[in-house]
């Protein structure tokens, strides 16, 4: 890869474009090349501009690229022109500011790629897929580029210097090796996981605690045993659950027998209560009629007096609308007047108005010129003024100057001496490092020993202490085995010798012939009950029959009168329903007219609108409405004789089908007494009641006894339990403490070791110490410094001092002497700037004067004319004036029209209301007069008191609602006491027994407590056996998962073994080895090429030591401080040169920068790296260095030379002829 060009714009201080051609002379006549410049010119800009264009990113900039546009510019950009495989490319980067503004926001950047030759872009529109493009075609990134073009001779100079650990810290920042710190930390800290997680799963699998074969077998024994009984005790308590619900459940049909009693007496007693109110309903239904003819009256009513208020209101606006007619038509005459008079003082003015226009124009143009010539003039005072106070500080600076070199010259000479600090110093403070790091380890060693040999006296301690829970555990283990013996031979003591098992089968069969007892019971009372039932039953219907007989008679009479009556009411209707047709024709026979023929049929004959029609409606609808209350008094003593026919047809009927069941439930409650007892006892013999209760007591007496032996029995079993888990728990524990010991004597025996080897590492330091001290005391000798330890750091800093001292002396004397050139050219141009500048401000003074003169005459002029007054705002108010007469015009206009129009509106409108007046009165007297004809035939005195009859609509809900509820309610009340008295007798029939519920009750208490407490047993078992399931299943899963960590941390362990480390140094300084031994190699074959007398040589010792061998001193290997400053510079340029290659990967860099390094190199080494750099530009390589050292600039012809303008701005120049050289010194 070669760089043939970089052109930029505005980056840091070199502001405006520039542009470098590589490929051109006379860069390409000779490949070396210096960039040159006082500090902050803006050398290191030019890199900056190659690696911006290329990668988008410079190295003092990485995260905010954008810093590199220079202050106070909108727009930045670089382009570079590379070279791969003998094809170009152009690389542009830019950067920009919004709407082109310096204080705009900044934009994007944008990056292209493209073919010189064919301007064909490449890699896409994004940034980031033209650096890919970029990267790919130079096959290096950012990192890469950086060190194989721009050299880090400087870097490797330290990396000579330095000690171990600054050393591997400087070759990890030049060979980005920082990746295998990361990796070794990482496997570390990845190993150090998977081990604590290993740990983990085992202390889970020694936390579970599981129990033995022969401890499950038992708990699943016991469990079986306490099912049995719950089963037996369930039994028994759904028993007597039945025969409490049945007692209740008579109870509960007696309470709604009666509830139903009162509810139906309240509703008979409601129907009495509100017979007013079924009255009002029955006048308000027979006035409701007449309400349509009573709405349309009480409509025309309100439209008269709507109407008539109307008349009265347009009546009242007339007199202000003629008013108004007549001020509006005044008000338009004076409108009219204004405007011609504003028309005539517009056409007068105009003229002038016109000519003061130009004159402002003219007026303005030259305030513009005047004020133009006046401020620069002004500035070029201040230029002036401020070039001679600069002439006159410049010129005192370099005064001081001289005299500070002349100063420095005298005391570098009688401090030549002091020249060869710098190597002693290295080499004292390696040797006062490494005597630190042995007396830092002799102390570590020595706490470590101490901190042994306190842990395993703690060790020995607690040693005994676990000795001691191991004895007390073993005699508190025998007390339990021989308690747990003796309670298992209570068991067989206790009890006559029966078992657990022979009492619970005796228990469990006394439930049983107990509950086949109360069978027995139940159904000697229930066929007794039954026989009782079937007696009162046969009675009952018998009544029932004869009394159903006696109502059928009644009622097939009263059916017959009701259908002659709806027959009657049918006919009625029919002669009411005519007559209303014809009356509905009332309306229209008004408008008939004598001798005109009707519109509906054409007869010319009109008697009914002649008054030969005589209303006879009022005595057809009062033989109706009669008809109609008879018809309802009929219905409803119909319905109430078919109502109580059914309710006694449905009681027949229920008591037959309850006689039939009670046959039924007689016959089956024999087939099942003498099934579940053949021939044993006899159903229907006296006094089996009694005889069958005192039999059930004393069952029942037996079996609580046997309950509490079989309680004991099982309390004992459970605290034998109980104790063989205490017995288990101590067992673990005695295990446990048996582990701890083990563990406890294992520790002590590592300690024991740990101590002889820290006495032995205790040795070996003091050895090295002892050899350490001697080389200090014999460096300091020649200069007469006795060694002490404790005062070695002011030793460092006393030499250190005086070595400062004299190089950085050695420094300014160098940088006055660049800058005193600088000064004198700088002043050259300050005095060729003021002779200019004074000149041009004589020639702005004139021209400011000038233009002075002619403003003021024109001002005059204006003046004269027009004042101060503005034409453009008088024209403006004039043509303002003009506009709002003539909109007042229009105005007035429009007022007029809209008057006169509403005064003829309201004209219009008196008279149609006069008509509509009387029409309407003339409508309400007509339907008055019908509707009162109408209501008076129906009994009714008048309009008002018709209007009285009426409920609203609410009231007449509520009262129709209320009774149609009180009908429904009493037949529905009626139905249920039939209904409830009928499952009573059933279930009185079942006769389950003939004890009382406070009996029942505690006996279900004893058996529910029974089953809570074997529950309770039951739960516990199963807890204890659920719970080993769960441990069991868990164990197996924490095994299985053991087994995978196992593998796993297995392979984390040896790969941290190999390569991982706390602080990543393991793996770095490996692979820092071998990259080392890569580079030394690379380094080598340029260091041949500057010299054959030195190889560079990696140290067998120390991986990141690197010595020399001078094959001129037969082959002697010399530590690198033993270097001179040039041979050292030479050494590190090979290094970097090699680095270069190194980072390349095999690409080929024809194009290098080395930026300082110099500085620092007396005449004679600088000569040396120069001809270093001279043989390598021979290798058709382009070299750049960038340096202020003057030597440099007489030993390369071509630079790029960098100068500070005024400003804070610099400005680049190339030169390449020796002569241009000495006419700027």
Avoid at 69 to 95: D, G, I, P, Q
Wanted: a negative charge.
């Amino acid at each position: 890869m070669k760089i043939l060009s970089v052109k930029f714009q505005n980056l840091n201080s070199l502001k405006g474009v520039h542009e470098i051609r590589f490929d051109a002379p006379p860069f390409t006549e000779i490949g070396l090349f210096a960039i040159t410049g006082p500090t902050g010119a803006g050398k290191t800009t030019i890199l900056d501009a190659i690696t911006v264009a290329l990668y988008g990113k410079v190295h003092r900039h990485e995260s905010d690229v954008e810093e590199i546009m220079s202050r106070h510019t909108a727009e930045s950009y670089s382009e570079v022109e590379f070279e791969v495989n003998e094809k170009a490319y152009r690389a542009k980067w830019s950067l920009k500011r919004s709407r082109g503004n310096v204080s705009g926001k900044i934009q994007p950047e944008k990056m292209e790629l493209s073919e010189v030759a064919t301007g064909t872009f490449l890699g896409g529109h994004t940034t980031g897929s033209v650096k890919q493009e970029i990267k790919e075609l130079c096959g290096l990134d950012y990192n890469q580029f950086i060190r194989s073009v721009i050299l880090c001779q400087g870097d490797f100079t330290m990396f000579l210097k330095a000690s171990d650990n600054e050393r591997s810290e400087l070759l990890e920042k030049v060979t980005d090796t920082g990746i295998y710190t990361k990796i070794s930390i990482f496997v570390f800290e990845k190993q150090k996981e998977e081990s604590n997680k290993l740990n983990t799963l085992r202390l889970q699998l020694e936390g579970v605690d599981l129990l033995t074969t022969e401890e499950r077998n038992i708990h699943l024994e016991n469990l079986e045993e306490q099912r049995k009984s719950e089963t037996t005790l369930k039994t028994e308590q759904a028993s007597l659950t039945d025969k409490i619900n049945w007692l209740r459940s008579i109870a509960k049909l007696e309470t709604e027998k009666a509830q139903y009693t009162n509810e139906l007496t309240e509703k008979n007693t409601l129907q009495t209560a509100h017979q007013a109110d079924f009255e009002r309903l029955r006048q308000h239904e027979k006035a409701v009629n007449f309400k349509p003819a009573l709405v349309e009256l009480e409509g025309i009513t309100h439209q008269l007096d709507k109407t008539t208020q109307a008349l009265t209101t347009q009546q009242g606006l007339l007199p202000g609308y003629k008013a108004a007619v007549q001020t509006a038509t005044e008000n338009l005459s004076a409108a009219e007047l204004s405007v011609t008079s504003v028309q005539q003082r517009l056409s007068a003015l105009e003229p002038v108005l016109e000519r003061v226009l130009t004159l402002d124009a003219n007026i303005k143009h030259s305030t513009q010129q005047e004020e133009k010539y006046n401020i620069q003039y002004q500035q070029l005072v201040t230029i002036v003024k401020d070039l001679h106070t600069d002439k006159e500080q410049r010129n005192n600076d370099l005064q001081q100057k001289q005299a500070r070199i002349q100063v420095l010259d005298t005391w570098l000479a009688a401090h030549q001496q002091d020249i060869t600090l710098e190597k002693q110093l290295i080499a004292l403070k390696q040797y006062h490092k490494e005597l630190s790091d042995t007396l830092q380890a002799i102390t570590n060693v020595n706490t470590e020993l101490a901190e042994f040999q306190t842990n395993k006296a703690k060790g020995h301690a607690f040693l005994a202490e676990v000795e001691k829970k191991i004895i007390k555990l073993q005699g508190e283990i025998d007390v339990k085995e021989i308690y747990i013996s003796q309670l298992n031979k209570g068991l067989v003591n206790d009890f006559s010798g029966k078992t657990l098992e022979e009492l619970e089968q005796t228990a469990g069969q006394l439930p049983v012939e107990i509950n086949n007892l109360e069978n027995k019971y139940r159904l000697a009372i229930a066929f007794d009950n039954n026989k009782a039932q079937r007696r009162t039953l046969e009675e009952s219907i018998v009544n029932l029959e004869n009394n159903y007989t006696e109502k059928q008679t009644a009622f097939v009479l009263l059916s017959k009168e009701k259908t002659e009556a709806e027959t009657q009411l049918s006919d009625l209707r029919q002669l009411v329903e005519l007559e209303q047709r014809t009356q509905k024709y009332e309306a229209d026979r008004l408008q008939l007219k004598p001798a005109q023929p009707c519109p509906l049929c054409g007869a010319i004959h009109h008697p009914y609108a002649e008054g030969n029609y005589t209303n006879k409606l009022s005595e057809a609808e009062e033989r109706r409405n009669k008809q109609q209350q008879h018809v309802l008094s009929l219905t409803e003593q119909y319905n109430k004789s078919n109502i109580g026919l059914n309710t006694l047809q449905v009681k027949i009927q229920t008591s037959k089908d309850e006689l039939a069941k009670l046959i039924t439930a007689s016959r089956e409650t024999v087939n099942e007494f003498n099934h579940n007892n053949p021939g044993a006892l006899d159903i229907t013999a006296p006094a089996l009641s009694s005889h069958l209760i005192q039999t059930i007591q004393t069952r029942r007496q037996y079996y609580s006894s046997l309950q509490a032996d079989i309680l004991k029995i099982r309390e004992t079993r459970q605290l034998v339990r109980d104790e063989q888990d205490n017995l288990a728990t101590l067992m673990q524990s005695f295990a446990t403490e048996q582990g701890t010991k083990a563990r406890y004597q294992e520790r002590i025996d590592a300690l024991s070791e740990s101590i002889e080897r820290s006495t032995f590492q205790l040795q070996q330091h003091s050895l090295k110490q002892t050899t350490l001290t001697e080389n200090i005391t014999a460096l300091l000798n020649p200069y007469q410094i006795n060694f002490e330890f404790n005062r070695i750091n002011a030793i460092e800093t006393t030499l250190s001092q005086r070595w400062e001292k004299y190089d950085q002396s050695a420094k300014e004397q160098q940088q006055l002497k660049l800058d005193r050139i600088q000064a004198e050219n700088t002043l050259s141009n300050i005095t060729r700037s003021l002779t200019e500048k004074t000149i041009e401000q004589t020639a702005r003074e004139t021209e400011w004067k000038q233009e002075a003169a002619k403003l003021k005459t024109l001002k005059d002029e204006r003046f004269a004319l027009f004042a101060d007054k503005d034409p453009g705002k008088e024209r403006t108010i004039l043509n303002n004036t003009l506009q709002n007469n003539r909109d007042k015009k229009d105005k007035a206009q429009q007022t007029q029209q809209t008057e006169r129009e509403k005064l003829n509106i309201t004209t219009e409108k008196i008279v149609q209301l006069g008509k509509d007046l009387e029409s309407y009165q003339s409508t309400r007297q007509q339907l008055t007069n019908q509707l009162l004809t109408a209501i008076s035939k129906q009994g009714f005195d008048s309009i008002p008191a018709l209007k009285a009859l009426f409920l609203d609509e609410n009231e007449h809900n509520r009262i129709n609602k209320l009774e149609k509820e009180i009908t429904s309610g009493i037949a529905l009340l009626q139905q249920l006491l039939i209904n409830t008295e009928a499952v009573r007798e059933k279930e009185l029939a079942k006769a389950l027994t003939t004890e009382d519920e406070t009996v029942l009750i505690p006996q279900l208490e004893t058996a529910n407590a029974a089953i809570s407490e074997l529950n309770q047993q039951i739960g516990k078992l199963k807890q204890i056996l659920d719970k080993d399931d769960e441990l069991r299943k868990k164990s197996a899963e924490i095994t299985a998962q053991l087994d995978i960590r196992k593998k796993e941390f297995d392979r984390w362990l040896k790969l941290s073994n190999l390569i991982g480390s706390a602080d990543g140094k393991k793996f770095r300084r490996f692979a820092q080895g071998l990259t080392l031994a890569r580079l030394t190699d690379l380094a080598n074959r340029h260091l041949n090429k500057f010299s054959d007398r030195y190889t560079i040589l990696k140290s067998k010792e120390n991986d990141l030591e690197l010595l020399i061998v001078d094959s001129y001193q037969a082959d002697v290997v010399r530590p690198m401080a033993t270097l001179s400053g040039g041979e050292s510079f030479l050494v590190s340029l090979a290094l970097a040169l090699g680095l270069s290659d190194l980072a390349s990967h095999k690409v080929q860099i024809n194009s290098l920068f080395i930026d300082e390094g110099f500085g620092t190199l007396d005449a004679d080494t600088l000569d040396i790296a120069i001809s270093a750099l001279e043989n390598l530009q021979a290798n058709g390589k382009t070299i750049g260095i960038i340096s202020h050292v003057e030597a440099l600039k007489e030993r390369i012809v071509t630079q790029i030379q960098l100068s500070k303008q005024s400003g804070g701005w610099s400005d680049i120049k190339i030169i390449s002829r020796p002569e241009e050289l000495s006419a700027l010194r």
